[in-house]
């Protein structure tokens, strides 16, 4: 009879787990920036609740304060290692949420972008953990209080320190989900036909192009300013794409417009996203790190297309004159 309650109550906990496991990794995400370290504690909230000898009275709340205390313990040893990180850092792209809710469709995009999650970075890891829990998955005080392990007082200035700062740094994008994604779509169609024209009418004058290279894949220059020095990089990193047989796969990337880059044989090379405002891309994230991109999918040897891709590079299109 024993054995048959503990089976039972194995068998509850796995299809709680497995329903709350897109809350689960969505928290962390956020919170970590990162799809392999936020995996990782959604794994090990599973073995730490496969463990517990009595049932949670509650297995959202149990779960979510798990779930939370991890990824706060796991950002605070990361935080070392992103200090002696080789060039900019950004965030893991991702290109599906597990999470849904329509009721918060438009906190959940917004939270989910690179210039949120850049934002968040900011933040102390409590002060993260609360505007997650509160800003974005919209939970009680009270169960913020129980996740982070401090007093619905505390929580309550945690989350008004973290909201004024995410406030002054936000970007705005405009309300057009639609048009972005029109917008986005001429600049890599513009992009796949090396059109310079076409991809300069769209950039705004004061554009910044960031990747995130950790070393580890060619890069042309990890922060670009300025319309004529993102044109010029473009001007020679085009020819190489097309030339090589590359792929320009559009997608949405952190909920925003963005595509996946691969070569001749479908594996991948970078990720791109694009924040768009006033009609005019304001600034191109480029994630070029292998370690950053196995769960896209199979990832590119970047040296060796690079390598392949000079040897073979045609010419592009060159700005009308007038």
């Excluded at 917004?110 to 102390?124: E, F, K, V």
């Excluded at 417009?257 to 600034?283: C, E």
């Excluded at 199979?298 to 390598?307: C, H, T, Y």
């Amino acid at each position: 009879m024993a054995a048959a309650i503990q089976g039972g109550g194995g068998v509850r906990k796995t299809e709680e787990f497995q329903e709350l496991r897109p809350l689960l990794f969505s928290i962390a995400y956020r919170i970590l920036a990162s799809v392999s370290e936020a995996e990782d504690v959604v794994q090990e909230t599973w073995l730490r609740y496969q463990a517990t000898a009595t049932q949670p009275g509650s297995a959202r709340a149990f779960l979510s304060t798990v779930v939370t205390r991890i990824s706060i313990d796991v950002l605070r040893s990361a935080r070392v290692r992103r200090e002696e990180y080789v060039g900019p850092w950004l965030p893991e792209p991702l290109l599906t949420d597990p999470y849904e809710d329509p009721a918060r469709s438009a906190e959940l995009a917004d939270s989910l972008s690179m210039a949120a999650l850049l934002l968040l970075q900011r933040l102390t890891p409590l002060e993260r953990a609360v505007f997650v829990l509160r800003e974005v998955f919209a939970f009680g005080f009270a169960e913020i209080a129980s996740a982070v392990g401090r007093s619905e007082a505390a929580c309550h200035q945690l989350a008004v320190r973290a909201r004024r700062h995410m406030d002054a740094g936000r970007t705005r994008f405009d309300a057009d989900r639609r048009e972005r994604e029109e917008l986005a779509e001429r600049f890599f169609d513009a992009f796949r036909e090396g059109d310079v024209d076409g991809l300069t009418e769209l950039l705004a004058a004061d554009i910044h192009m960031i990747g995130d290279s950790g070393g580890k894949a060619p890069q042309f220059k990890p922060i670009i300013l300025g319309v004529e020095k993102v044109i010029r990089v473009l001007a020679m990193f085009v020819p190489l794409v097309i030339s090589s047989g590359g792929v320009v796969e559009a997608q949405q990337v952190n909920g925003q417009p963005g595509a996946v880059f691969r070569d001749r044989d479908g594996q991948v090379l970078s990720t791109w996203t694009l924040d768009i405002l006033d009609g005019q891309i304001q600034t191109i994230r480029t994630v070029n790190n292998p370690d950053k991109l196995g769960h896209v999918g199979p990832v590119a040897d970047a040296w060796a297309s690079f390598r392949e891709a000079r040897h073979t590079s045609v010419g592009l299109r060159r700005p009308r004159s007038g």
